[in-house]
């Protein structure tokens, strides 16, 4: 039976270089909302017989978004790897925004949070719609799915 959908997520943990506790809580809502509701159909994988569940990697390297798709008993399926250059400015601006809306949330009012936190998930919303421009023809998903590995991708880039 098909079960196009992602059952395990593991960031390359020597990737990530520091996070903080908003950001480790961010990473965590993540991987757990994306466990609980995903669509993800790598079409390589699916078109030779491999048809779900998924277990997925995901790393940086050289500049790139390297996603490794295995299935449920950890055997290599495809590695798909994305050029990260357009990605640049929508992390920056993600990590800009969440830097204040994470301050907000200590000092600012309802209105200055409801206000910026409006804004980060307009840039959150363009960063999946562009997720998903450049995963097409590769894998099918959704925007929701494609919101939650935006975020991942996010930490993998923390420099500190």
């Excluded at 990697?57 to 490794?68: E, F, I, Q, S, W």
């Excluded at 925004?97 to 209105?111: G, L, W």
């Excluded at 936190?117 to 840039?123: I, K, L, Q, S």
């Amino acid at each position: 039976m098909a079960d196009a959908r992602i059952i395990h997520i593991e960031l390359d943990e020597a990737t990530i270089l520091w996070r903080n506790a908003d950001i480790e809580q961010e990473r965590r809502i993540a991987i757990f909302d994306l466990i609980e509701e995903n669509r993800f159909k790598p079409l390589r994988a699916w078109e030779a017989g491999h048809q779900g569940p998924y277990r997925l990697r995901l790393a940086v390297d050289d500049g790139r978004l390297v996603l490794t798709v295995a299935d449920e008993s950890e055997q290599l399926l495809e590695t798909l790897i994305l050029g990260l250059g357009r990605f640049r400015r929508p992390i920056r601006e993600y990590f800009a925004i969440c830097d204040s809306y994470y301050q907000a949330i200590r000092k600012a009012t309802a209105n200055e949070i409801e206000t910026i936190d409006m804004a980060r998930r307009g840039v959150h919303n363009d960063a999946a719609e562009l997720l998903l421009e450049r995963l097409e023809g590769k894998v099918e998903t959704d925007f929701a799915t494609a919101r939650r590995l935006f975020t991942l991708i996010c930490v993998l880039h923390i420099r500190g």
